[in-house]
């Protein structure tokens, strides 16, 4: 049938980016593993956590009853966008696919942290002060204030 795509293209494609999730895994394992290897523990630790440490910081945010309504919207549509299989980039391109996602969590971060400020940011953060200094960084707020413990 003219139009259609034969039969083993779609298996192929979604075989490809499964390949390519898994490799960008295992890259991700390895520079952790380096990161031991050269007995930089606090490093590993905040590499190995960055992503699982953010997915807590929009779900803390998305909770916070101090953050206004078009806020949480703004995280709400990110989360769905994200988790969405359908992107402006797909991520089967290389590095081009994963930085529009990191463009996209930027600019929202950004406009959370005009709206609710760095301390509520600094305050939801689970991860390692280095980590909480690069988001903050990302998101324009220049550099990450000390945590107050």
Do not use: N
Request: aromatic content about 4%; overall charge positive.
């Amino acid at each position: 049938m003219a139009g259609r795509a034969p039969a083993g293209t779609a298996e192929l494609s979604g075989r490809h980016i499964g390949l390519v999730a898994l490799a960008f895994l295992a890259l991700y394992a390895a520079f952790v593993v380096v990161l031991l290897a050269l007995g930089r523990r606090s490093e590993a630790r905040a590499l190995a956590g960055f992503v699982p440490d953010c997915a807590v910081l929009v779900t803390r945010l998305a909770r916070d009853p101090r953050l206004a309504r078009r806020h949480k919207l703004s995280l709400l549509a990110l989360v769905v966008y994200l988790s969405s299989p359908i992107d402006l980039v797909p991520d089967f391109i290389p590095i081009a696919g994963q930085l529009d996602d990191a463009i996209l969590v930027a600019l929202v971060l950004r406009r959370v942290l005009r709206g609710g400020g760095t301390a509520l940011v600094t305050e939801h953060w689970p991860g390692p002060q280095v980590s909480l200094d690069l988001v903050l960084q990302l998101a324009g707020s220049g550099r990450g204030r000390e945590r107050q413990t």
